[in-house]
């Protein structure tokens, strides 16, 4: 007779098996697959990340910054003046240059003694920019130029030690990689869409 004691009873012992070595090499390949099908979409379509060299950008963006940009708005939508942009090099799309949106297609931009203004449907007595707050130290270019159809005429905030437009033309839309929407590093400076500002 089976002898139960304070009526408790024995709960039969359950025991895991633990996965085999190829086991956790396939779930490993599993997730993976999966990561990089999340991943490389979105790297390619939607956001990238880049790091700022140089202080053409200066006081707006320092050497070093890291930058998170924006590809899908220009997919969808048109750039912005004063927009903050990462577009390729039309002499050397194999490199990558940051500078703010000034002049859209089919625009006059005039600069006059470093100030700026804009002739175009909406104002065809100009549109005088108003860069005071992101351009200190202006440099006193003269620059009279028609922005061509689906090109747009960009320069630096460190105007004096910026290489842009005024050196070596328009940014073919074709060129444009993305805005700059999210600033990671460094880190007392973190934001979303730095830089940016409305001209309108």
Do not use: C
Not at 18 to 24: A, D, L, S, V
Not at 97 to 104: E, V
Not at 176 to 184: I, K, V
């Amino acid at each position: 007779m089976e002898d139960i004691q304070n009526n408790k009873i024995e709960q039969p012992t359950s025991v895991e098996r633990k996965p085999t070595t190829k086991e956790e090499i396939k779930e490993f390949i599993r997730f993976f697959i999966i990561a990089l099908a999340i991943i490389i979409p979105i790297r390619l379509y939607i956001m990238q990340p880049f790091v700022v060299s140089g202080l053409s950008m200066y006081p707006t963006f320092h050497d070093k910054d890291y930058l998170i940009v924006d590809k899908l708005s220009y997919e969808i939508g048109v750039p912005h003046r004063g927009d903050v942009v990462v577009f390729q090099y039309p002499n050397d799309p194999s490199k990558y240059f940051i500078k703010r949106m000034i002049g859209l297609p089919g625009e006059r931009i005039v600069i006059t003694a470093g100030k700026v203004t804009i002739y175009n449907t909406e104002h065809p007595d100009g549109l005088k920019l108003d860069e005071t707050s992101y351009v200190p130290d202006p440099q006193l270019d003269t620059v009279d130029r028609i922005v061509p159809a689906d090109s747009y005429y960009v320069m630096g905030d460190n105007r004096k030690e910026s290489y842009d437009s005024r050196g070596w033309g328009f940014v073919p839309k074709k060129l444009l990689t993305g805005r700059a929407f999210l600033r990671l590093y460094p880190f007392n400076a973190i934001n979303v869409l730095p830089g940016k500002v409305t001209e309108e």
